[in-house]
Each structure stands twice: as structure tokens, then as C-alpha cells.
């Protein structure tokens, strides 16, 4: 059989991470879904911890009873061959680079890394998970080739160009033993339609391929970022602009839609933003070659902290809309905004549907209850 080659890559330095993979995302981040199926040991730290979406932290002088804290994944010494471990991705994508990063490992971090793709056409790792030794047999594709690593430090990987196909699944090896802090799968989600023309689905989703075209500031965070799945993790992953101080403004937004679509629903999803949150939205969308705006919200109030959900007037819906804009009054932060819609009319919402569900943060109902100390009197 022949050996497939891992693919071709160049090395990014630690500053330039941020900007070589700005318009990608995380395919394997925990927040958005990503978990570790299986491992070779993990004694010191779990492997899971690999994907948290915050950076990796460090507490000097604190024991847990399998030895010194560490915010990682860590394995036992003196391993014959190597460790291993099997991250579902969160969701399908094209693979465009890799970050790993050893932060805070200064005597025991891995020497090399290798890292292989597996593409589950069946669905079958959901319908009837396998076991370890299954894993262990599964035909691996090469991505990236076993590659040295420098202690407490970031090590970029950008490929020549992403991988032909979208995977599911990575599997992270070290060599023979150590540990690793985070490791990122930065790529492409697939874009993913439904087949029947009539189901609804997010029109504006970065997996329907919809991009941001335009905006007006992105100051503290792309507006790309509301295009993302799931509700993020904290603020860094939002689309916030800077205080305006001129009376009558507004920060805006405009999003090509992957497909055309019939929309009848919208949620703007204001996670995190707490002191932060605009006063209120609009949003218009607009025909193929049409300029005329056909305002599907106008100036709605938002909630902080929260998802808000929005029906839409039914002689609305019958228009087909290929560019969203969504209008921020004045300022302020989005974390998410999906465009529930349909190909075509009458639209139907599927039994699985996420359409006007609540999926609550744990502190969504408390974060706005303060506490006052009684006052002394004298």
C-alpha cells in the first residue's frame, strides 16, 4: 500500500497566529461541540483540556492527588512508543492549519507531535461509538508530519493549501510521552444544505456559507464572528464595535447568504454582553440586484445577556432575500444572529429544530441580581 505524504506546510510564528488564521475558525474548539473520544493515558492532566476555547493558564505550587496542576493534557514517562488521543471535531470542515501550544511546560513537554484526519461519511462514531482498539485500527490520514516542539511555546502550522477533503475527526500523537497545552484545528466549516427545499434552517451560517461583506467597525471583535455556531464562550467571540459619542449613530453589518432564502424567523443573541448590548437592532434584507431594503426588524429592543427571537410578518416572508444587514443601535455587541429561512415556500421547521429554543447559559437568569451589604448605622 502506498504511503500517503502528510500535507505540505509552512511554520507561523506565535505573533503571527492571530493573523494568518484570522478567517478561519476553531473547528475543534469544546464550546462550539469538540470533545476527545479516546486516549492513550492521561494521567497528570486530562486531554480534553486541549481544547478549551481560553487561554492556557498556570498555578504554580498547586498538587492534585496525580501530581502539579496543569491546564493541558499530560501523560505518564517512559513510554515505549507514543501517546495519542481521538478529537471529534465540532463540526465537519476543511483543515487549513494547526496550532499547538506547550505554554507552561518547561521539563516535560512532548518532543514531536504528528497530527491525522478520519472522515466518517457514515455517521456511524454517533450511531455506535468505538472503542479504543477500533480507533486505533481506523485508516488515518496524514496532515500534519511528525514535527518538533520547543517547550512553553506556540507552534504554528499553515498548510500550503486546506485539505480536499472535510473531516470529522483529528487524531493528535506525541512523542513518546509528555504534554501539550491546547491544540487548534483552524479550517472551514462544510457548507451543509438541507434536501428538502422546504426545511428551515440558518440562512446567515457560516456551514450555509455565508460571509460578511462590509461593515462599519470592528473594534473589539469581527462581525464574521455571529455567523458562528453555538453561543461562544465569552466576549472575545462576538461582533462588538466602539462607543459612539455622535448622536444618531448606528454600526451596521452586511451579510451575503450562502443561498437565497424565505425568511420567517430571526434571532439576535446578545451572550455575554451584559453592560454592553445595543439599545435595540434592525435588520433589512435585501433581493438579488435590488437595493431596496425590506425591513424585516425595525429598531427592536434587546435584552442583554440573552437570545431574543422574532417572528416575521408573513408578506415579508414570501420575499426572497439574498444580503442581510443588520443595523446596531447605536452600538455595542452581537454575539450571534441567525436568519431562520427556507430555499422555498411554505417553509417547515424540522423536528430537531433550535428554531426559538432557549438553550440557557448558567448564569443567564442570575448575572443581573446584585447583592448589598447592610449599612452600619451609627
Known sequence: MTKIPALPHQ?????????????????????????????????FAEAQNL??????????????????????????RHNAHYDWCVIELAHPGTIE????????????????????GFKDTSNACKTKPRSHEQWAGVEWVPLLAKSALEANV??????????????????????????????????????IYPENKHEMYDLAAVSSGSTVTEFSDAHYGHPS????????????????????RTPGHVDFAVI???RPGHVAAIEVDTAHYKGNAPKAVSIAG????????????????????????????????ERRVATIRVIMIPDGGIKRVRIWGSAQLPAVQPEDSLIGVRQELEDENTWN????????RA
Open 286 to 317: 435585501f433581493e438579488i440586484g435590488s437595493d431596496e431594503p425590506i425591513m424585516l426588524l425595525d429598531q427592536k429592543p434587546l435584552l442583554p445577556h440573552r437570545q431574543n427571537f422574532f417572528e416575521i410578518a408573513s408578506d415579508l416572508t
Open 225 to 244: 464572528n455571529m455567523l458562528l455556531p453555538g453561543r461562544g464562550h465569552d466576549m472575545s467571540d462576538g461582533w462588538e464595535t466602539r462607543r459612539s
Open 154 to 191: 506556540r507552534h504554528g502550522y499553515k498548510f500550503d493549501k486546506p485539505s480536499e477533503d472535510a473531516f470529522t475527526h483529528v487524531r493528535v500523537c506525541m512523542y513518546p510521552d509528555g504534554g501539550l497545552s491546547r491544540v487548534r484545528v483552524y479550517g472551514q466549516l462544510q457548507t
Open 256 to 258: 451575503k447568504l450562502g
Open 11 to 43: 511554520v507561523v510564528k506565535a505573533d503571527k497566529i492571530e493573523e494568518t488564521f484570522k478567517d478561519c475558525i476553531d473547528l475543534a474548539v469544546s464550546k462550539r461541540g469538540g470533545k476527545v473520544l479516546t486516549v492513550t493515558d492521561e494521567w
Open 97 to 116: 492549519g494547526f496550532e499547538v501550544d506547550t505554554a507552561f511546560l518547561t521539563g516535560n513537554h512532548a518532543p514531536f507531535v504528528s497530527i491525522e
Open 51 to 76: 481544547l478549551s476555547a481560553q487561554a492556557p493558564v498556570s498555578r504554580p505550587h498547586h498538587f492534585v492527588p496525580s501530581g502539579a496542576w496543569f491546564d493541558g493534557w499530560q501523560t505518564r
Open 369 to 376: 441580581i446584585r447583592k448589598h451589604e447592610p449599612v452600619a
